[in-house]
């Protein structure tokens, strides 16, 4: 019997100490020190003349979109800087100088690779050329364009059914790339098209879809201007969204009001000093968060009931606090939710909450004078097992308010990923839409498949239990920002090709399959050039608006191609020409992309011009007050349930979050420069009265463990730092976490893993 050829390589990197410096936390966000870090890090990649071409183009209306987060650009951008610190290291990440190729790789082995950092691994530079491992070797070597193609086509034809392949797609994709990329999956015969909003966005996209009639925000830019009040939930713009700072900035010089619900106190949240305007330059900036309610980890729900509650009593006084005219004309449930509210105890939701009762009081009058209200989010309230109910929860308080479909009022999930909701516009999606499917049959000549496909965790488990054989990620990086790390691995390496369309070197391309591919890619940021003609993508923002974007820079090598051209070049050889798609056609002109998604995809309309400038908003039935497709034709509220979970006396609760170094799983720095870390990431943010009945000092060493099902999950070696943090909650950097969150537990009606909300033990390092 052959023996099974196995890399020996790691999943978790080098787990060794720096030599870690503490300083107390911000208390200011941006200013002169951000523009600093951003310039500091974007000469260094990029060097100066480069770095501030790009910057001066990205974000205006002729430029090109941001790579990084996918908050909207106001209708005239400013000509000085429109991007914050964060938008600016991921343009230096991809447009950097530094490059790698076959030598580099000849050099380097798979196995010795993977015993760096992830941090490490991001700064060796642009992936220039395509690359093959081969199985039994340890070394990717070069690989021709037309050799690849043929690799993947001769795999997928093997394949005993479709349904062996999955497609994943990394939320940083244009509409046109992602469109031929679902489309191609679904030419092939499969709905397996999970993609990173599964694990992010996804319990808002359900929640507002049972609620308001459609799986996206209700506001747009300027609705925050003038909102009256602005609740930012589970989220810290400071470090992931810093542009919704100066959103925040204008509602406050209007006369609004900032709310603050997390349980830890972000520094962007507390000032922010603008560097757009002289005062954030010599000025004290603009105090931002007026109440901050540190909420217990998952207790949202318990907050929000209580605050309905009192909200309730008071309009049972007045009959003026809730739009009782909005609820009788568009809203459905009143009477259940008021008759549930009346079955709790107000002392046990207090607790539960853990938020002190006068700031919970000063909350409630004033949202009982406020009409205008938008509530703002993230994962701190999707990555939950109620997940789903959590937004649900904000969505009573606005049905209630009458503060939807209005202007300064509604909904806004802040996505991460600069076009992750564009590509779920255009069709990546693992379930099935009747509609979509009929005009593919009209307009693409192609009978699409009606199986729902898998998702991210369904995609986890079918390669574990080696169900697939075939995945291929268009951008992202699997491996690292997928939950249960240890599992996810082994799933990926039991596949017989993995494929990575990328523009740097990560993790997931050095735990493969039995032979594993790397495409590299453009960047957002590069001339996109066909027979001498320059090409523009199209992307879709936080709020729905879609508009082009356009490279200005030299790509980083002749041997890269653009998304669309690696998809249509593919999907051309595998169907060797003959396909109701002409693909290649669609490789030489975007145009032709665009016009056959207007025709496929609903609310696409004449993009091809519509998208110029400021570009324009897709169909929003929450706008237009129409609930039409909803029970009874009105917008739901809804009876959510209170979190449980039932933790041992020695266990705590651990939320996964970002440091200011980082965007998503790429890691730019080793400093979270906010909460006062620096060249450390193996950190555990811990209340010191925890720390205390823990026996545990400042700078101690622990592992953590997860136990779900019987199976115990580690993490090591993480050095203690005490932190204002709601007693029994951890707060730890991820993707280092990720190996503790149980891929089979997740949020009930979206399965967005439980990042937010693990059980945890700790073991001191001595101790064992």
């Given at each position: 019997?052959?023996v099974k050829f196995t890399r020996n390589v790691s999943i978790r990197g080098n787990q060794d100490f720096l030599d870690i410096k503490l300083k107390d936390p911000m208390r200011v966000a941006a200013g002169p020190l951000?523009?600093?870090?951003?310039?500091?890090?974007?000469?260094?990649?990029?060097?100066?003349?480069?770095?501030?071409?790009?910057?001066?183009?990205?974000?205006?209306?002729?430029?090109?979109?941001?790579?990084?987060?996918?908050?909207?650009?106001?209708?005239?951008?400013?000509?000085?800087?429109?991007?914050?610190?964060?938008?600016?290291?991921?343009?230096?990440?991809?447009?950097?100088?530094?490059?790698?190729?076959?030598?580099?790789?000849?050099?380097?082995?798979?196995?010795?690779?993977?015993?760096?950092?992830?941090?490490?691994?991001?700064?060796?530079?642009?992936?220039?050329?395509?690359?093959?491992?081969?199985?039994?070797?340890?070394?990717?070597?070069?690989?021709?364009?037309?050799?690849?193609?043929?690799?993947?086509?001769?795999?997928?034809?093997?394949?005993?059914?479709?349904?062996?392949?999955?497609?994943?797609?990394?939320?940083?994709?244009?509409?046109?790339?992602?469109?031929?990329?679902?489309?191609?999956?679904?030419?092939?015969?499969?709905?397996?098209?999970?993609?990173?909003?599964?694990?992010?966005?996804?319990?808002?996209?359900?929640?507002?879809?049972?609620?308001?009639?459609?799986?996206?925000?209700?506001?747009?830019?300027?609705?925050?201007?003038?909102?009256?009040?602005?609740?930012?939930?589970?989220?810290?713009?400071?470090?992931?969204?810093?542009?919704?700072?100066?959103?925040?900035?204008?509602?406050?010089?209007?006369?609004?009001?900032?709310?603050?619900?997390?349980?830890?106190?972000?520094?962007?949240?507390?000032?922010?000093?603008?560097?757009?305007?002289?005062?954030?330059?010599?000025?004290?900036?603009?105090?931002?968060?007026?109440?901050?309610?540190?909420?217990?980890?998952?207790?949202?729900?318990?907050?929000?009931?209580?605050?309905?509650?009192?909200?309730?009593?008071?309009?049972?006084?007045?009959?003026?606090?809730?739009?009782?005219?909005?609820?009788?004309?568009?809203?459905?449930?009143?009477?259940?939710?008021?008759?549930?509210?009346?079955?709790?105890?107000?002392?046990?939701?207090?607790?539960?909450?853990?938020?002190?009762?006068?700031?919970?009081?000063?909350?409630?009058?004033?949202?009982?004078?406020?009409?205008?209200?938008?509530?703002?989010?993230?994962?701190?309230?999707?990555?939950?097992?109620?997940?789903?109910?959590?937004?649900?929860?904000?969505?009573?308080?606005?049905?209630?308010?009458?503060?939807?479909?209005?202007?300064?009022?509604?909904?806004?999930?802040?996505?991460?990923?600069?076009?992750?909701?564009?590509?779920?516009?255009?069709?990546?999606?693992?379930?099935?839409?009747?509609?979509?499917?009929?005009?593919?049959?009209?307009?693409?000549?192609?009978?699409?498949?009606?199986?729902?496909?898998?998702?991210?965790?369904?995609?986890?488990?079918?390669?574990?239990?080696?169900?697939?054989?075939?995945?291929?990620?268009?951008?992202?990086?699997?491996?690292?920002?997928?939950?249960?790390?240890?599992?996810?691995?082994?799933?990926?390496?039991?596949?017989?090709?993995?494929?990575?369309?990328?523009?740097?070197?990560?993790?997931?391309?050095?735990?493969?399959?039995?032979?594993?591919?790397?495409?590299?890619?453009?960047?957002?940021?590069?001339?996109?050039?066909?027979?001498?003609?320059?090409?523009?993508?199209?992307?879709?923002?936080?709020?729905?608006?879609?508009?082009?974007?356009?490279?200005?820079?030299?790509?980083?090598?002749?041997?890269?191609?653009?998304?669309?051209?690696?998809?249509?070049?593919?999907?051309?050889?595998?169907?060797?020409?003959?396909?109701?798609?002409?693909?290649?056609?669609?490789?030489?002109?975007?145009?032709?992309?665009?016009?056959?998604?207007?025709?496929?995809?609903?609310?696409?309309?004449?993009?091809?011009?519509?998208?110029?400038?400021?570009?324009?908003?897709?169909?929003?039935?929450?706008?237009?007050?129409?609930?039409?497709?909803?029970?009874?034709?009105?917008?739901?509220?809804?009876?959510?349930?209170?979190?449980?979970?039932?933790?041992?006396?020695?266990?705590?609760?651990?939320?996964?979050?970002?440091?200011?170094?980082?965007?998503?799983?790429?890691?730019?720095?080793?400093?979270?420069?906010?909460?006062?870390?620096?060249?450390?990431?193996?950190?555990?943010?811990?209340?010191?009265?925890?720390?205390?009945?823990?026996?545990?000092?400042?700078?101690?060493?622990?592992?953590?463990?997860?136990?779900?099902?019987?199976?115990?999950?580690?993490?090591?070696?993480?050095?203690?730092?005490?932190?204002?943090?709601?007693?029994?909650?951890?707060?730890?950097?991820?993707?280092?976490?990720?190996?503790?969150?149980?891929?089979?537990?997740?949020?009930?009606?979206?399965?967005?893993?439980?990042?937010?909300?693990?059980?945890?033990?700790?073991?001191?390092?001595?101790?064992?």
């Amino acid at each position: 019997m052959a023996v099974k050829f196995t890399r020996n390589v790691s999943i978790r990197g080098n787990q060794d100490f720096l030599d870690i410096k503490l300083k107390d936390p911000m208390r200011v966000a941006a200013g002169p020190l951000g523009v600093q870090a951003a310039l500091r890090h974007s000469f260094k990649e990029m060097g100066v003349v480069r770095s501030m071409t790009a910057l001066l183009d990205m974000n205006q209306q002729d430029g090109f979109s941001c790579p990084s987060c996918a908050w909207p650009d106001p209708e005239k951008p400013s000509k000085v800087a429109e991007y914050c610190e964060n938008g600016a290291k991921a343009l230096a990440d991809e447009a950097t100088t530094s490059q790698i190729g076959a030598d580099f790789f000849k050099q380097h082995s798979v196995e010795a690779l993977s015993l760096l950092t992830d941090y490490e691994l991001n700064k060796f530079g642009r992936l220039i050329e395509p690359l093959v491992l081969r199985e039994g070797s340890i070394h990717y070597e070069p690989i021709g364009w037309q050799e690849a193609y043929q690799l993947i086509s001769t795999e997928l034809k093997k394949l005993n059914s479709p349904d062996e392949a999955i497609f994943y797609t990394s939320g940083r994709s244009s509409n046109e790339a992602a469109f031929l990329y679902g489309m191609f999956a679904r030419a092939l015969g499969t709905n397996n098209m999970p993609d990173c909003s599964n694990m992010c966005h996804e319990s808002s996209g359900v929640a507002l879809s049972e609620t308001l009639g459609i799986g996206k925000g209700s506001v747009k830019l300027e609705d925050l201007y003038g909102a009256e009040v602005v609740i930012v939930a589970g989220q810290n713009p400071g470090t992931n969204h810093p542009r919704m700072l100066s959103a925040l900035e204008k509602c406050k010089q209007n006369g609004g009001k900032v709310i603050s619900i997390n349980p830890l106190k972000e520094s962007g949240l507390v000032n922010f000093k603008n560097p757009q305007h002289l005062k954030g330059w010599i000025g004290s900036g603009e105090d931002i968060a007026d109440f901050h309610l540190p909420v217990r980890i998952n207790q949202d729900i318990p907050l929000m009931k209580l605050i309905l509650i009192k909200l309730a009593a008071l309009d049972a006084i007045s009959d003026t606090v809730f739009d009782h005219d909005f609820i009788k004309r568009y809203v459905d449930g009143y009477e259940a939710l008021l008759a549930d509210l009346k079955t709790y105890d107000e002392k046990a939701l207090l607790q539960q909450c853990g938020v002190e009762l006068d700031k919970i009081n000063a909350v409630v009058e004033l949202l009982a004078k406020k009409s205008k209200i938008v509530v703002c989010w993230a994962m701190g309230l999707t990555q939950h097992k109620n997940g789903v109910e959590n937004i649900r929860e904000f969505v009573n308080l606005l049905l209630l308010k009458g503060a939807i479909g209005r202007p300064n009022a509604g909904t806004c999930p802040v996505r991460g990923h600069s076009n992750v909701q564009g590509d779920r516009s255009v069709g990546i999606m693992h379930f099935v839409n009747e509609e979509l499917n009929e005009r593919i049959e009209r307009h693409l000549g192609f009978v699409p498949p009606s199986k729902e496909g898998y998702d991210t965790v369904g995609a986890m488990k079918a390669m574990y239990e080696e169900k697939a054989k075939f995945f291929m990620c268009l951008g992202g990086n699997f491996l690292m920002a997928a939950s249960d790390t240890a599992y996810t691995a082994e799933g990926i390496q039991n596949c017989n090709l993995t494929v990575q369309v990328s523009t740097k070197l990560n993790r997931t391309h050095l735990v493969t399959g039995k032979i594993g591919l790397i495409l590299p890619t453009y960047g957002r940021s590069e001339k996109d050039m066909k027979n001498g003609k320059l090409r523009h993508i199209t992307v879709e923002n936080s709020m729905g608006q879609v508009r082009q974007s356009r490279g200005l820079l030299k790509p980083a090598s002749d041997t890269i191609k653009s998304e669309p051209d690696i998809i249509s070049e593919l999907a051309d050889t595998f169907f060797e020409g003959k396909h109701s798609m002409d693909w290649k056609s669609l490789a030489e002109n975007y145009e032709h992309i665009r016009e056959k998604i207007d025709l496929v995809v609903k609310g696409f309309d004449h993009t091809e011009n519509r998208s110029k400038g400021a570009g324009y908003y897709l169909p929003n039935n929450v706008r237009e007050l129409d609930f039409s497709k909803l029970p009874n034709g009105k917008a739901q509220l809804t009876i959510n349930t209170v979190p449980e979970h039932r933790l041992a006396p020695d266990e705590y609760l651990l939320m996964t979050i970002r440091s200011h170094d980082q965007f998503n799983t790429t890691i730019y720095g080793l400093d979270d420069r906010y909460r006062g870390v620096y060249n450390a990431r193996r950190v555990l943010f811990m209340n010191p009265a925890d720390m205390k009945d823990a026996q545990l000092q400042k700078f101690d060493v622990v592992h953590m463990t997860s136990t779900y099902d019987g199976i115990v999950r580690k993490a090591n070696n993480f050095k203690v730092i005490p932190y204002a943090i709601p007693k029994g909650d951890l707060a730890a950097y991820f993707p280092e976490t990720n190996v503790l969150v149980p891929y089979n537990h997740y949020a009930d009606g979206s399965k967005t893993p439980i990042s937010k909300s693990i059980r945890v033990r700790l073991i001191k390092v001595q101790e064992i």
